[in-house]
């Protein structure tokens, strides 16, 4: 009977070693997605400042023309 004891108990301890490995895991993996959303998010705020900043330019450069054209 004390193997049967050690042994469960041994199993017991493997299980929990292998879930707090997961859990690492896990953690792991979902500071990975806030990593790649978080770049994601301003990757599109740069393009939509850029995208701004073009139609600034071109209306600036419409103006510019108008004037050279009187």
């Known amino acids: 009977m004390p193997s049967l004891?050690?042994?469960t108990t041994l199993l017991q301890t493997a299980d929990?070693?292998?879930q707090d490995v997961a859990n690492q895991f896990n953690n792991y993996l979902v500071?990975?997605?806030f990593v790649m959303w978080l770049?994601?998010?301003v990757y599109i705020v740069s393009l939509a400042?850029?995208?701004r900043n073009l139609?600034?330019?071109l209306r600036l450069m419409g103006q510019i023309l108008e004037?050279?054209?009187k």
Do not use: H, S, T
């Open 55 to 57: 139609q600034k330019d």
């Open 49 to 51: 400042v850029r995208q």
């Open 39 to 41: 770049i994601a998010m």
């Open 5 to 7: 004891f050690f042994l």
């Open 31 to 33: 500071l990975g997605y």
């Open 16 to 18: 929990v070693a292998r």
């Open 67 to 69: 004037e050279e054209e």
